[in-house]
């Protein structure tokens, strides 16, 4: 049985997931082989510069993405089955992932069987619509989605990741804020499911192949966050197209508009986001059906509707990717 893991890592939360799914897969008779996702140019961790940080939203959201060293596993090597590991900047998989997505060694997607693994804050539904339709393009199979998330509540981590991510503190403080990433407890749930998908990978070889996940605990979606977050995308879209109109990364002007997007997105989760939370629950009965459709096409391949709420795994996207239903 071989395995093929892919991962990129910035902030070591994915390559600590990487860690625990290879440790838990591990078995007589399994080859694994792993692969870190190198980009030309490397992206900053902790990012320190605030504006530099906010400047990769367009080519998150748009493209394009940016090239990578050519990894070490052989792109014709036949896999049982590849593990394919992702962070979510901005609503997006990171760009290392997608420019790995891009590049000629995504031809060893074609054809074979894939599990992703999404790593986040908490908002990672736009993330896997747009992964999974890449994958789609390439000829992949999605078998399974895992959705690994940060500790603590969805408001604390308002403030954590980018404190993490900006300046590398990791930390509890204030007595009110939980210390920032992954916590343990999500890392042991990852390693229960990983050791689960060891025992069950005799499934792929079955016909057809069966779900590896399914009845895990995989994927919760969370209703509350789901109209919130698909407005959160089309806002993020309109602001990459600006932006890019204002020339490339690092460009004045370009940081001009990411000022400008920073005060619109304090002014959007201080003020508007806790409006539109408040609305969604007052009108949700009128959707309830159409949002009910979505949390379960969201959960799949992996969701189980016996889990907590409606688990399932998928954003508010069109079968292209490009734009939300």
């Known amino acids: 049985m071989r395995i093929l893991l892919v991962y ?10 990487a860690d625990t799914l290879v440790d838990s897969l591990q078995a007589p008779g399994i080859e694994i082989e792993r692969e870190c996702v190198r980009p030309m140019q490397p992206y900053p961790f902790p990012w320190r510069n605030v504006f530099r940080f906010f400047d990769v939203l367009p080519e ?28 979510v900047w901005f609503l997006a998989p990171s760009l290392p992932i997608q420019g790995f997505l891009a590049s000629p060694a995504a031809r060893v997607l074609t054809g074979h069987k894939v599990m992703t693994v999404s790593v986040s804050r908490n908002m990672w539904q736009s993330a896997s619509e747009t992964m999974k339709s890449r994958l789609r ?8 989605n895992l959705v690994v998330t940060h500790q603590g509540p969805p408001w604390a981590t308002f403030v954590t990741a980018p404190r993490l991510l900006l300046f590398g503190k990791r930390n509890a403080f204030w007595k009110v804020f939980p210390p920032a990433g992954l916590g343990e407890a999500e890392l042991q749930r990852v390693r229960r499911i990983g050791a689960a998908v060891r025992e069950r990978l ?9 779900s590896l996940l399914c009845g895990l605990g995989a994927v919760e979606v969370n209703r509350r966050y789901l109209i919130p977050e698909l407005i959160g ?32 997105l304090v002014t959007l989760v201080g003020m508007v986001m806790p409006i539109i939370v408040v609305v969604s629950a007052l009108f949700y009965p009128l959707g309830r059906m159409a949002t009910r459709a979505y949390a379960e096409r969201l959960a799949e391949p992996s969701g189980s509707r016996k889990d907590k709420g409606e688990r399932r795994n998928e954003p508010w996207r069109s079968p292209d990717g490009n734009a939300p239903h």
Do not use: N
């Open 202 to 210: 005799d499934r792929l070889r079955r016909t057809p192949p069966q």
């Open 8 to 17: 990129y890592s910035q902030s070591g939360d994915a390559a600590r997931i």
């Open 137 to 144: 393009q390439l000829g992949a199979v999605h078998m399974d």
């Open 60 to 87: 998150c959201q748009l493209g394009p993405p940016p090239a990578i060293h050519e990894p070490k596993f052989a792109s014709d090597r036949d896999y049982d089955l590849i593990v394919l590991v992702y962070q």
């Open 233 to 264: 995308w089309y806002l993020f879209r309109g602001w990459a197209h600006a932006l890019q109109r204002l020339g490339r990364i690092g460009r004045l002007p370009r940081y001009v508009g990411v000022g400008l997007f920073m005060l619109f």
